[in-house]
C-alpha cells in the first residue's frame, strides 16, 4: 500500500512483459507497477485494490484479448476506478477502435505497438497523463471504512465503538456518499448485508457483530495467566490509572472493559480543567495516553467483554465473563462507572440510534453539518458536546429543566456558551415527545412556567442526563446505597448487613467493599466526587490497599 497504481493487462505475454519492463524503469519509484494476462484475474484484483483503498492512476489495456476486448474491460474498469487515465494498447488495424473509443469510454490516450524507443514514443505520453491525474488525486483514507445507512443503530454501534477503541475509520453514508456507492455497486451488496465493515486488508464484514470486528482487529485479547495479582472491571479514567499504578509496581495485572477506554470521560470533546493541561486536552486524546501508558507497563487489556458476575472461594476471586470464560485474581477493583439515564420519553427508543443519541456527540458530529440539534442535560458533559457540536450545526438547543446552567455546570464551559452565536439555552423546558418517520425529525416542547407547548424541527438529539452506576452484575452480598451506587469503606457501617456479611478481623480499607479483597473506585462508588481527576486519584489509591490486602493472604 502507498504508491498509486499503473495497471496494465494484455493476453500476449511478450508484450506484457515489455511493457512492464518499460514501465517500471520509468515509475518504479514513484508507482507500483501491476500486470496481468487474465481478464478475470484483473477485474477481481480491482475490486480487491478498491477495498484497500487503493488508487489506480492509469490502465493500460490491449485491445484483442480473447476473454474481452480492451475498450469493454476498460469500460468495466472506470466503474471502479473512474478518476483513472485510460490508456489503449492497440496495433495499426485497430485505430478505428481506438478512436470510437474515445468517445464510448473517455479514452484518454491511444499506444500503438510497438513503441520503440519508450523515450520517445511511451514516456511523454505516460507522463502527460500522470501529471493530469496528479493534479486532482486525493489520497484516499488508509484505514477502516463503515458502509451504512446514518440512521441504522447498528452503524451507529460500530462507529462509537471504533471511536472509543481510538480506531481511526472513515464513514460512508450509502445515501450520500459517491464512493461508498461505487464500493457497494462493485460489492453488488444487498440491503441485508449493511452495515458494510472494510479492514484495512481489504477483507470485507457484513453485518458483524462489536465482537468479531474487536476479534479482527486485534482488541479481543485473549487471557494470558492462569491468575491475576490484580483484576480491573472498567477502563475510565479510575481504572485506567489503576492499571498503570499496579501494573508499574510490579503487579500482574488485567483490565477488562465492555465496550471502550475512557468512559464517558472518554466521550468529551475538551476537558479544560485537568490539572497539568492549561489548553486542556479531548478525552480521546487522555485515553489514548492512558492505555499507551498502561500497556507499557505491562498491563493486559481484554476488550470488549463484559463481566458476568464474581465469585469467591478460599480468598481468590473468579472473574466470571459473559461468555463463560473463567479468570482467577487475588483482588478486584471495582472501576466501571456510570451510564447515562434512558429518557422515558414518547417516541425516544424508537429513534435512539436514528437520530437520538446517549453520549456519542464526537461520533456523530460530522452528521450535523448545517443542522438543527438540541441536547438534554445541563452538566459539562452537555456543555463540552454543545460546544463541539457548534462547529458542525447550523444551531445547537440546550435543553434544562431549570432556569439556567449555573448549578450543575463549570463556570468555565457557561462562559464559553454564552459567547457561541450558535447556541441557545431553552431554560425551564422538558421534552415532551420525539417525532419523526424513519429517523428523528421533530420534538414536542414544554415551557415548565406556562405549560405552552410546541414542535421544534430537530435533526438530532444527544441525550446527557442524571447517571446510573453500571452495578446491576455486582452480587456477592456487596453492599449498594438505593441508587446502586457501591458502597465502601466505613460508610458500610451505616447498613445493618454489614457485620453479618463481613467476617475479617479488621475494619475494611478506605476503597474496600463489604467483600475482602474487592475494592471499588471512581463515579460507581458512593460518595464520589464524579470529576476525572478525582476518579483517577481514587484509581491510584486503590492499589496501595490492594498492596495492603495482598500482605494478608
Known sequence: MGLPIIFSIDDDAQVLRAI?????????????????????????????????????????????????????????AKKIFPDAKRVLLTAYSDTDAAIKAINDVQLDYYLMKPWDPPEEKLYPAIDDLLNDWQA????????????????????????????????????????????????????QFETADFPVVILEDGSLMKNPAVLDIASKIGLNATVKQQIYDVIIIGAGPAGLAASVYGASEGLSTLLIERKAPGGQAGTSSRIENYLGFPSGLSGADLTRRAVTQATRFGTEILSPHSVKEIKVKDKYKTIVLEDGTEITAKAVVITTGVDYRKLETQGIEDFTGKGVYYGAANTEATSCGNKEVYILGGGNSAGQAAMYLSKFANHVYVIVRKTDLSSSMSQYLIDQISTTENITILGCTEILEACGENHLQGLKLVDLNTSEQRSVSADALFIFIGAKPYTDWVG??????SKGFIETGREMNNYQ????????????????????GIFAAGDVRAGAMNRVTSAVGE????????????SEI
Open 20 to 76: 512492464t519492463r518499460d514501465l517500471k524503469t520509468k515509475y518504479r519509484d514513484t508507482y507500483r507497477v501491476l500486470s496481468t494476462d487474465s481478464v478475470k484475474e484483473a477485474l477481481e484484483s480491482l475490486m480487491d485494490l478498491q477495498n484497500k483503498g487503493e488508487e489506480v492512476a492509469i490502465f493500460i489495456s490491449d485491445q484483442r484479448m480473447p476473454e474481452m476486448q480492451g475498450v469493454d474491460f476498460l469500460q468495466k
Open 497 to 516: 448487613e454489614f457485620k453479618r456479611v463481613w467476617k475479617v478481623d479488621r475494619d475494611p480499607y478506605l476503597l474496600e467493599t463489604s467483600s475482602p
Open 476 to 481: 456477592l452480598e456487596i453492599i449498594k446505597n
Open 136 to 187: 486532482d488525486y486525493r489520497p484516499d483514507f488508509k484505514g477502516i471504512k463503515v458502509i451504512g445507512y446514518q440512521f441504522s443503530p447498528k452503524s451507529h454501534q460500530i462507529k462509537d465503538f471504533l471511536y472509543g477503541n481510538l480506531i481511526p475509520y472513515t464513514w460512508m453514508d450509502i445515501e450520500t456518499s459517491e464512493q461508498g456507492k461505487l464500493i457497494c455497486s462493485t460489492n
Open 539 to 550: 484509581g491510584s489509591m486503590s492499589i496501595n490497599m490492594v498492596h495492603q490486602y495482598l
